[in-house]
């Protein structure tokens, strides 16, 4: 958003790749932390604070959510995006590497996803109000495997993480804003 955004900040275990990245952007103040979510983090307040695809990976979740609270400004928005629970279990019945979850952060998984009322109930639990929750991934099983192949859990998620970094839309998306 040229013109729009003044600052932003990126946490991430990849903070030097990602800055070299987004060098090339037109925002004036650009930052990457490399930080552990799990671990105590201040890089200061935002109007704007965005998770994609990051919530479903942590078993504090709640922790996570009550952070992003912190960082936010009262009166600003929370843009959090996680696979919707139905969607996850539906494709996992023609591809059960999709139900495959973790008991410890290990990069994949460790819940399948979230329905709306869950979302709903960790955002109020930290003080948020609730805008928006929406399903924007329209995509059938059928679709998938033609766009993605048969060849397994790994490629497809790359070919979304690809279609995210370019631009692709997220499959769940909840909109809250701070009740600071």
């Known amino acids: 958003l040229p013109g729009k955004v003044e600052r932003y900040v990126g946490i991430d275990l990849a903070a030097e790749r990602l800055a070299a990245r987004f060098s090339r952007t037109t925002v004036a103040d650009v ?8 671990t105590a983090w201040d890089v200061g307040s935002f109007d704007v604070v965005w998770c994609s695809a990051v919530i479903e990976h ?26 919707h ?12 590497e999709m139900l495959q979850i973790s008991t410890y952060q290990d990069g994949g998984h460790v819940r399948l996803g979230y329905t709306a009322d869950e979302i709903r109930a960790l955002a109020t639990a930290q003080g948020l109000e609730v805008r928006s ?7 059938t099983v059928e679709q998938l495997r033609s766009r993605y192949g048969s060849s397994g859990m790994g490629r497809m998620l790359d070919n979304l993480r690809k279609s995210r970094a370019n631009g692709g839309r997220p499959d769940f998306v909840l909109d809250a804003a701070y009740q600071g």
Not at 60 to 83: E, F, N
């Open 31 to 38: 930052r990457f932390h490399n930080i552990d979510l799990d």
């Open 58 to 83: 942590l078993l504090d979740d709640a922790g996570l959510l009550a952070k992003m609270s912190v960082a936010t400004r009262p009166g600003g928005t929370i843009l959090l995006t996680t696979p």
């Open 85 to 96: 629970r139905a969607f996850v279990e539906h494709v996992g019945r023609s591809m059960p």
């Open 133 to 139: 929750i929406g399903g924007v991934c329209a995509q």
